[in-house]
């Protein structure tokens, strides 16, 4: 039997071959991706121009895992309810947006999709604060949007661990999923880092999709390598919670 991973992948359809695009996300779930994360672009918040909810709509027939949207796209307000329409899972956009986030966040909790914000590397935790109790989901962004293939930002990654604190349920409403994603240069040499830090969630890209690559194998060790990450942190959290223990003494 096959151990079963702690660790979450969501395949980043962004660099497959985007001309089978239904092909390539059935690749991706029979070789153990989890989830499919759809990277929207508008050529205006990122420089760079990908699809919408048209094709996302049509992709969704192809199973029944979660489509995590990713909108790195500037007026989201105005295109959520196609997105909602199209069968997306959970729709995540960007705190850096320049109009009110708020009403947007309960759209998407009020369809019952899952809610998140993402955060540029340079865009502190703090962000977040006015939302905290509207958000299912924080995606920490170790690149600069709008490109698959860009270094790990191993900074930008020090905030998943603190990103847990962020959620906050409100009495009498449904209470938040709390899922923490990394997005951004995830793969062999950076997953167990991810884990470390508790990652809950690893979206990983161009790593799955480069010529002559075993996507299988890959998911495989990207999972495992996660794992081990989580598997370290464990007993550091033991032992600082010792700490705390034998100091309230
Ligand atoms: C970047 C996207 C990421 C990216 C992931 O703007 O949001 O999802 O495509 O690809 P890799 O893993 O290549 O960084
Ligand atoms: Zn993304």
Redesign the pocket.
Known sequence: MMAAHRAIVSA?I??CDLSSLSRECRKALKAGSDRI?L?V?DGHF?P?ITFGPGIIKRLRKIGKQPFDA?L?ISEPSRYVDQFIDAGCDSITFHVEVEEPIEPTLLQIRKAGRLAGL?IKPATPLSALDPYRDLLDIVMV??????????K?MAEAATKIDPAHAVFRDRPGERPSRREVHV?????RDTAEYCGGLGVDIL??????WKKGRDIEREIRLIKALADEGYRRRRPEKARAAKRTAGEAE
């Open positions: 980043s962004l660099d994360h990277d672009m990122v760079n990713h790195m993402a962004m170790t690149v600069e949007p709008g490109f698959g293939g860009q790990f997005d951004g240069g995830v793969n979206v990983v890209g161009s790593t799955l």
